[in-house]
C-alpha cells in the first residue's frame, strides 16, 4: 500500500498537471500564479485553460491564471493572508477583479486525501458487494447520482454497494478522474442513513482503490457538514483546497465534485 506521503506526492503532481505548474510549487511559502494551459493529463472534468483557479496545499495558493489576469491575481494573493483568499469578503474583492472578464468564483471546494494510519474497513450491518462497470448499468439513476456520473460513464471504474435483501440501500462508486487518482462519491438511501453505511462503502472503497495502485481522493463543499464528517470517519483528512471561476459564473457557489454532493 502507498505511504501518506507518496499518496500526497501523487496528488500534488497532479495538481501540478491541473495547474500547469511543478509539484514543488505547492510547498514554497511564497504565492505562484502561472499561466493555465490545456493539457492532456488533467482530470477529465476540468475545463482547462482556467480563467482562475486557486489551489493550497496549506503552504501557499498557486494561481492558474489566463495570462490577462496574471498581475490582478497576485496583487490579489500579496494583499491577503493564505485563508483569507478563500473566504468573504476577500472573495468579493476576487470577483470585482473577474467581472470585466466576465468571470466569477463559481466553484468552491476542500478535497481530502485518506491516512493509510486510520483507514480500515469499517463494519456495515448490511451485506457489501464489490460492482464494476457492467453492475452500473440499470443504476444511472438520481438516487445514485452522487456516486455515478451519468454524463461520464466511462470513467466509474468502480464501486461497493450494501444490500438489504436483494435491494441496493447504499452506494460508493469512484471515477477515474485521471491516470492515478480515483474520486469517490456516495449515497445511501434515506431511510438508512445514520446507521454508518456511508462511512463502511466509502473506506472499503478506498481500500479497493489502493490495492490496485490508484489513490483515492474524496470532495466536500465546506457547508456539507455530514460528507466532511463521512470523510473523517472514513480515515480521510484535508489536503487540499481549491477555488474555480469560470465566465458567465455568478456569486460564489458551492459544488466541488461537480455534481458530487454526498448523502448519508
Same mark, same amino acid.
Given at each position: 500500500?502507498?505511504?501518506?506521503?507518496?499518496?500526497?506526492?501523487?496528488?500534488?503532481?497532479?495538481?501540478?498537471?491541473?495547474?500547469? &505548474?511543478?509539484?514543488?510549487?505547492?510547498?514554497?511559502?511564497?504565492?505562484? @500564479?502561472?499561466?493555465? =494551459?490545456?493539457?492532456?493529463?488533467? =482530470?477529465?472534468?476540468?475545463?482547462?485553460?482556467?480563467?482562475?483557479?486557486? @489551489?493550497?496545499?496549506?503552504?501557499?495558493?498557486?494561481?492558474? @491564471? !489566463?495570462?490577462?489576469?496574471?498581475?490582478?491575481?497576485?496583487?490579489?494573493?500579496?494583499?491577503?493572508?493564505?485563508?483569507? &483568499?478563500?473566504?468573504?469578503?476577500a472573495l468579493y474583492a476576487l470577483n470585482d477583479i473577474l467581472a470585466p472578464h466576465g468571470a466569477a468564483v463559481k466553484f468552491m471546494a476542500e478535497y481530502f486525501l485518506p491516512d493509510v494510519s486510520q483507514l480500515r474497513p469499517l463494519p456495515c450491518l448490511y451485506e457489501t458487494r464489490i460492482l464494476t462497470q457492467e453492475d452500473f448499468a440499470p443504476l444511472y439513476r438520481s438516487e445514485w447520482s452522487n456516486a455515478l456520473c451519468t454524463d461520464r460513464r466511462h470513467l466509474d471504474v468502480l464501486g461497493i454497494g450494501a444490500y438489504d435483501g436483494g435491494r441496493l440501500i447504499g452506494l460508493a462508486g469512484c471515477s477515474a478522474d485521471c491516470g492515478t487518482m480515483w474520486q469517490i462519491g456516495i449515497d445511501v438511501l434515506p431511510e438508512y442513513r445514520r446507521q454508518g453505511i456511508a462511512s463502511a462503502l466509502t473506506s472499503r472503497l478506498a481500500l479497493e482503490i489502493l490495492s490496485r495502485g490508484k489513490v483515492p481522493f474524496y470532495c466536500a463543499a465546506w457547508s456539507n457538514i455530514r460528507s @466532511?464528517?463521512?470523510?473523517?470517519?472514513?480515515?480521510?483528512?484535508?489536503?487540499?483546497?481549491?477555488?474555480?471561476?469560470?465566465?458567465?459564473?455568478?456569486?460564489? &457557489?458551492? !459544488?466541488? &465534485?461537480?455534481? =458530487?454532493?454526498e448523502r448519508k
Open positions: 500500500m502507498l505511504s501518506n506521503s507518496e499518496i500526497l506526492a501523487a496528488a500534488m503532481r497532479q495538481s501540478a498537471i491541473d495547474s500547469h &505548474c511543478s509539484p514543488e510549487d505547492f510547498l514554497k511559502e511564497e504565492n505562484i @500564479v502561472a499561466v493555465s =494551459r490545456p493539457a492532456p493529463l488533467a =482530470r477529465k472534468y476540468l475545463e482547462l485553460p482556467y480563467i482562475c483557479n486557486l @489551489v493550497s496545499y496549506g503552504n501557499n495558493i498557486v494561481a492558474s @491564471v !489566463s495570462e490577462k489576469l496574471i498581475v490582478p491575481i497576485k496583487e490579489y494573493l500579496d494583499k491577503y493572508p493564505i485563508e483569507h &483568499c478563500f473566504e468573504t469578503p @466532511v464528517r463521512n470523510a473523517i470517519k472514513s480515515g480521510f483528512r484535508p489536503a487540499w483546497a481549491d477555488i474555480t471561476a469560470r465566465a458567465g459564473g455568478s456569486a460564489p &457557489c458551492r !459544488s466541488p &465534485c461537480h455534481g =458530487r454532493r
